[in-house]
């Protein structure tokens, strides 16, 4: 064997102008030197000066402007890329010319997942059956079991089964309330990340719900409502996404413990469940259906994409589930 794949690596076809989100929103894009030198190249003096004005140098490494919101100085109004749309693909830089594909080798596998912050690969976790496949020796692809997956199997069906069992359990009023305290507290420290990094786009309605005070009865009656929902329609996409992050985490981090992995797998579903009751009871007004897809792109740029962001919202998800 020489690598293992999620499923949707062989059918990915990005959506392009179709796309309601902006795929490098948020980030801080790197042009690397052989990028810098190729842009340096391009023989249309008009657009070759018009990203090389949009890149600037801080700390010896090369990154491009970014305007309002983390958007990309050089996206058009319509969401696409300026460079790509009057060259080619080929021409992009490398973070940019890979995306959403996840590529990384380890003890001697080729590991290859996709980022949930592409709304394609977000829809395959919310209504699609994770799969796996694996790559041997002469390219041949075929599937594979999740207790065949090397080193990190064990874990993943461990995990998967206390996810389950947490889904399907039905809780007392008082778990409830626990949980309520649980969210608030978690939400608050959230909140503080997102105020003191002024890149992050903030997803309307995310903690609103924890802005008016609520009797005890009120919060039994709703969670326990929301909880019934999530059991009957979205217990697949929580499962879909425990196994997914725990792959792909281990795919970015191969060497991280465990334990750490579990707590920033599950604080992130935990964060997932709670933007989703918020907008449940917000947005939807506790009548409509959940964004699920839109939750997890979400969730997953504040977590994975936001690096500074992302080790703070780390630590509090060790401190508050470990």
Known sequence: MKGIILGLY????CIAGQCNYTCCSGWRIVVAGEDFRRFGNIQDKVLREDILSNIYEADGTRYFSTKSGGRCS??????????????????????CRKFPRLVAKHKGFLWISMAASCPVTADYIVNKEIEFYKLGNRGDISAIKMQDIPFIAGEMQKYKKVLEKDIECKKTAQHYIHM????????DNILEIIIRHKEIVYLEGSFDYFEEEKSALQIVSQFEDFDNIVREKYGRAFVNYLEYRIFSRYLELPDEKAGERFCQVYGELSLVYIIALNRYFTIEGGNGSIDMERIINWVYRLCVHSLGPG???????????G
Not at 10 to 13: A, D, E
Not at 74 to 95: V, Y
Request: hydrophobic share 40%; charged share 25%; net charge negative.
């Open 10 to 13: 062989n059918s990915f076809k």
């Open 74 to 95: 050089m996206l058009d109004e319509d969401g696409l890329c300026r460079i790509q749309r009057n060259t080619g693909e080929e021409m992009l830089c490398n973070t």
């Open 180 to 187: 309520y305290s649980w969210f608030m507290e978690i939400a």
């Open 311 to 321: 080790m703070e919202i780390h630590n509090i998800f060790c401190n508050r589930i």
